[in-house]
């Protein structure tokens, strides 16, 4: 072999890695796009995306009093619990304390006051005030209406929809889940088992039964459950036998828990739509039992950490 020909394999080595890897970029960035946010009006969007700021004594929610969780419009995380509420007189929603993590504060461009913005998607949600000796905490977070979306602790029968689903670590699952469109809520926990309330520790021990799983409360108008059953199989490995990743034991298992026999044959050919294409399915498909949150240090646990999930990924497979 010439040395002028070793340099050209070299080259042309060079230029099919360097291919491959712009195929992935191209790829990972497809994958992104899919997991796009909530579609929002031209009155949200001017809020929302553009920072304004809604009429004072407009919003739906200036004095709401129901028991339940403040959710970001745009993405759907949580963001604030109506005990956090107070009544300010100022025209917005008050609120004294954010979930941990869920809301950053940043310099606003009128040099003067402190925005604050959803930690997940960046959306605007008003301003916070300090040093004003409104509550005890000292502390208004004056929010948009229009920014929120309420989700009742008790949710009205037949309104929201519910689906189950466990596949690995739950953190990642519910990472996902919640930045679907049409979601309102995703709960950590643990179902499928034997033990009543069981911790974290005892379902690590593998021995309890319980499958890592989340809880996703959604709106029918704006998803279905087939919808999110297919994302749920494009997010995880359903063909991983045993575990999720690098995740290995069976509280890591690929398993869809159905509430009625509608979401029952939505699941079963679902997974038989994957077989046909030659997957290799190891998802089990479950009668849904007792479902026990998990611990509060699980729940929104990238959102709080501002980390990204190490074990799950978008691969398009429907
Ligand atoms: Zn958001």
Known sequence: MTIEYVTSMKMKS???????????????????????????????????NDKGTELPFTGKYTNYKGKGTYICKKCGASLYYS????????????????????????????????????????????????????????????????????VPAQLESGRYGTAIFAGGCFWGVEYYMQKAPGVLSVTSGYTGGSVKNPTYEEVCTGNTGHAEAVKIVYDPQKTSYDKLLR??????????????????????????????DEQKNIALNDLKLLKDKGFKIATIVTKASEFYPAETYHQDYYFKNGKTPYCHVYTKRF
């Open 231 to 260: 994302l749920f199989l494009e997010i995880h490995d359903p063909t991983q036998v045993g575990g999720q990743g690098p995740d290995i034991g069976d509280q890591y298992r690929s398993e869809i828990f159905y509430l009625n």
């Open 83 to 150: 005990t956090d509420k107070f009544e300010s007189d100022c025209g917005w929603p008050s609120f004294d304390n954010e979930i941990k993590g869920a809301v950053v504060r940043i310099p606003d461009a009128d040099g003067i006051r402190t925005e604050i913005e959803c930690a997940n998607c960046g959306a605007h949600l008003g301003h916070v005030f300090i040093g004003e000796h409104l509550t005890a905490k000292n502390v208004r977070h004056c929010v948009n209406s229009i920014s929120l979306e309420f």
């Open 14 to 48: 060079i230029i099919l890695l360097l291919l491959i890897y712009f195929a992935g970029m191209s790829e990972k960035s497809y994958s992104q796009e899919k997991l796009k946010y909530n579609d929002l009006n031209k009155a949200e969007s001017a809020v929302i």
